[in-house]
């Protein structure tokens, strides 16, 4: 009797101490997490400005489009003319940014809008001066370019030019905006389609390394190839690597928004530009 009652003592003194010692590390582990887990000042992500390209929504509302902008905290989106025609007025102009700012969102950019005359040219400065912004993108016919500088000097409202890649649309690369302009300063510069510059065989972080001061906008996206056969994929399942892109974007001191395009499912693409939202927050973050 007297030995079971030793072994019954020893068995409760060592069930406390365990239970002591449970305790203490489950205490430490709310009360003092390790600093590793942690992030230490802001997030990377929160240096970039990230957008949607409106063609992204084009089968949908600019109030369903708002709305699942809203839900990924999307504060940027380019502007097409199916929500704001070109004939706008000022007053419906204001009541369109009105409702995008009631979203937490900035349609900070209208276009692409293209250009096939001088009339249309002057419709497209007038269309952004009434909107109250000072750059939108273009995309004119070659021989328009010197009507179109002419324009920015006299308005003060610059022109980003949509490269569109090897589909045989105008102004396939950066390169023939710079061929076509010649001069940075002239405030006719580029708006880098990067998806169609991989397809082009392009190296796009060499491009914003050696020709940023020509970038006044970006539409980011994945391609399923790096060849004209490629098509928009989900960022991080397709063959571009962004890592150096951003590196070079951070060298360059890019102020500008990155854009996400997304050319598929266009009847259901809020899952993918979902998912290359997060993809892209995680490489700003991890790359900073």
Known sequence: MKLNNQLTDTFMRKSLSFAIIATAVISLSFAAPVKAQLVSGPHGSEDMKIGVAGYSYRNFSIDETLAMLQSMDVKYLSIKDWWL????????MDAFKKKCASYGVDGYILGPIYMHSQAEVDRAFAYTERYGIKMFIGVPDYDLIDYVIAKVKETGIKVAIHTHGPDGAAFPSI????ELVKDPSLGVGCCLDMGHSVRSGEDIAQIVKKYHKWIYDVHIKDETAPSKAGQTWEMGRGVIDFRPIV?????VGYKGVLSIEFEKSGDNPHPGIAESVGYLRGILDATK
């Open 175 to 178: 390169y023939k905006i710079m």
């Open 247 to 251: 590196k070079a974007l951070r060298k």
């Open 85 to 92: 025609p070109l004939d706008s007025t000022k007053e419906q």
